[in-house]
């Protein structure tokens, strides 16, 4: 085994005295570690920490989740978004359960047999859950990297991204691939940041190529940014004798399985209230009338700015089933009851808003 270099002591040598107390942090179980590493792949760490707290005490081991149902599994990750995540964690603890003795792997290899465990993810959890020596790239080391090693690629790159697997199974050091691995991600959140990066206080600062060449603010090179597209949607409350109409998405759809209020996007030519009104049309065979406007929310998603007009409604004939033509499930529920279903986050604010302002739900019951 080589002598650790001085660059590797240094860095090990400051996370040890500067990590973060995490909750994940305090087992290492490869089952935490997991679904840490999922919360975060496009969560902030701060929020993920109380989503991984909550997580836990509804699912607190792999065999729990694997009996849980997919409604409760969504509930839980309420708010966090990217529900295909969610759902892929369902279906891994089931094949866990079914076809490796209720143990996460500890092989990359085998992890990446797994649904939504991609390079990443599977490099982590053999790393930090079982201190396999395996490298890990997230965007903080890719950024560390880019000005460690003057890497000058545009970011998020095939040609950066060889590189940068490359250096990480380099620098790896025998037998402390947990504290490494955390090491360079903690760095690079917390010091070698995207804005206004701590160099002065950096523990491997002597190592920087970027640094000596005085082109911190060069690296790494931004690669282009993607238009945001704005959307215009509107939806609608039905209410009838002090229960809300609600549906549930299908499976495959965006946002599949979830609860929603029925409506769409808003057509050229059209107004959101007219939207509302043919969007239910469309989707229950409920004629409905528009009685107020709620509010509006605003939700970004990937790479779309969603706008999206909250109305109350009655219906202008006698209650009757609907006939679903973009749902697979549908419920009348009381307002509290709405708490138990996990909602798209459009939909979420508009319950937040009508919790937080008291708003008043009452229509004429016809």
Same mark, same amino acid.
């Given at each position: ?41 496009? /969560?902030?760490?701060?929020? *993920? %920490? &109380?989503? !991984?707290? =909550?997580?836990?005490? $509804? ?61 990443? /993810?599977?490099?982590?959890? *053999? %790393? &930090?859950? !079982?201190? =396999?020596?395996?490298? $890990? ?230």
């Amino acid at each position: 085994m080589q002598p650790p270099t001085s660059l590797q002591t240094a860095l090990l040598e400051w996370f040890a005295k500067s990590q973060r107390p995490l909750p994940w942090r305090q087992h290492y179980t490869p089952y935490e570690i997991w679904i840490s590493e999922i919360m975060l792949q496009q /969560t902030q760490i701060d929020r *993920a %920490s &109380i989503f !991984f707290t =909550r997580w836990m005490k $509804v699912f607190p081991d792999l065999q729990t989740l694997a009996s849980s149902s997919e409604t409760k599994v969504l509930k839980c990750w309420e708010g966090l978004g990217y529900y295909s995540r969610a759902r892929n964690i369902l279906k891994t603890a089931k094949l866990l359960v079914k076809e490796h003795q209720s143990s996460v792997p500890d092989s990359r290899k085998s992890l990446l047999t797994l649904p939504g465990i991609g390079p990443y /993810t599977a490099g982590a959890i *053999a %790393s &930090i859950g !079982f201190n =396999r020596t395996v490298p $890990v790239v997230d965007a903080n080391i890719a950024r560390l990297f880019a000005r460690l090693f003057n890497i000058d690629l545009v970011q998020g790159s095939p040609e950066a991204g060889k590189i940068n697997w490359a250096k990480a199974e380099e620098l790896l050091p025998q037998g402390d691939a947990r504290n490494f691995n955390q090491a360079l991600m903690e760095l690079g959140a917390l010091i070698c940041r995207s804005r206004n990066p701590l160099c002065s206080t950096c523990p491997i600062a002597s190592h920087c190529l970027a640094l000596e060449y005085g082109i911190i603010p060069e690296r790494p090179i931004p690669k282009k940014s993607k238009k945001i597209i704005p959307i215009e949607m509107a939806t609608g409350i039905v209410v009838y004798n002090n229960l809300l109409f609600i549906q549930q998405r299908l499976a495959d759809d965006v946002w599949g399985s979830l609860w929603e209020f029925p409506g769409g996007r808003v057509q050229s030519g059209e107004d959101a209230k007219q939207a509302v009104v043919r969007e239910f049309l469309e989707e229950t065979e409920f004629k409905v009338t528009v009685q107020s406007k709620i509010t509006t929310t605003i939700h970004h998603y990937t790479r779309y700015k969603v706008t999206l007009h909250c109305f109350l409604l009655s219906l202008d004939d006698a209650i009757s089933d609907p006939i679903l033509h973009a749902a697979q499930d549908f419920h009348w529920v009381s307002f509290n009851e709405l708490q138990r279903y996990a909602f798209p986050a459009g939909h979420r604010k508009l319950i937040d808003f009508l919790t937080a302002t008291a708003h008043e739900l009452t229509c004429d019951s016809v």
